[in-house]
T-cell receptor, first 115, second 111 residues
Framework: NAGVMQNPRHLVRRRGQEARLRCSPMKGHSHVYWYRQLPEEGLKFMVYLQKENIIDESGMPKERFSAEFPKEGPSILRIQQVVRGDSAAYFC?????????????FGPGTRLTVT | GESVGLHLPTLSVQEGDNSIINCAYSNSASDYFIWYKQESGKGPQFIIDIRSNMDKRQGQRVTVLLNKTVKHLSLQIAATQPGDSAVYFCAENTGGFKTIFGAGTRLFVKA
């Protein structure tokens, strides 16, 4: 059973470009969480999605950031018009059911660098 | 704001010794706590969890202690090995969807 997959692992964007990060949850998992991690800091919750639904996006900036988890395909975290402050590692995690909110399996992360 | 924090940012221990990593939390409504290990370049890996109706839980070489009176959580690693070198995060959950992570403690294991 493959773990959570994220791609790309590394992404470099110039200021003003769009960044698109993908996350494929573990097989059978229908809950996806996105986190952001700055160097030497803990993970900050961004958004929680189930298939075709955003459940909690309270940790995601209102502008430029969006997330989706379509019926088919991976979850996508999209950052429009990136700025240097968006440089960070972005992790997604998946869980099998809502009761397992603490039982999250993390992907390897996407390291975004904005130049 | 964040309600989970750690006392020590770095911890250096000799191989074979026991390690204790501490964590303080401020949200008394939190009822579920998790410890994660994060190795360089990787995502966090679940180590052990504990619910607020318990004060101790043991796993393989790891023990988590919860003191709700002082809102303190600790992770004990027995017979620390070089492979234990990583950053350790405590995290809390209040039963909702959001898991709050602490800042992390870096553990160095000296051979």
């Amino acid at each position: 059973n493959a773990g959570v997959m994220q791609n790309p692992r590394h992404l470099v964007r110039r200021r003003g470009q769009e960044a698109r990060l993908r996350c494929s949850p573990m097989k059978g998992h229908s809950h996806v969480y996105w986190y952001r991690q700055l160097p030497e800091e803990g993970l900050k919750f961004m958004v929680y999605l189930q298939k075709e639904n955003i459940i909690d996006e309270s940790g995601m900036p209102k502008e430029r950031f969006s997330a989706e988890f379509p019926k088919e395909g991976p979850s996508i975290l999209r950052i429009q018009q990136v700025v240097r402050g968006d440089s960070a590692a972005y992790f997604c995690a998946s869980s099998p059911k809502i009761e397992s909110v603490g039982e999250q399996y993390f992907g390897p992360g996407t390291r975004l660098t904005v130049t | 704001g964040e309600s989970v924090g750690l006392h020590l940012p770095t911890l250096s221990v000799q191989e074979g010794d026991n390690s204790i990593i501490n964590c303080a939390y401020s949200n008394s409504a939190s009822d579920y706590f998790i410890w994660y290990k994060q190795e360089s370049g990787k995502g966090p890996q679940f180590i052990i969890d504990i619910r607020s109706n318990m004060d101790k839980r043991q796993g393989q070489r790891v023990t988590v202690l919860l003191n709700k009176t002082v809102k303190h959580l600790s992770l004990q690693i027995a017979a620390t090995q070089p492979g234990d070198s990583a950053v350790y995060f405590c995290a809390e959950n209040t039963g909702g969807f959001k898991t709050i992570f602490g800042a992390g403690t870096r553990l160095f294991v000296k051979a």
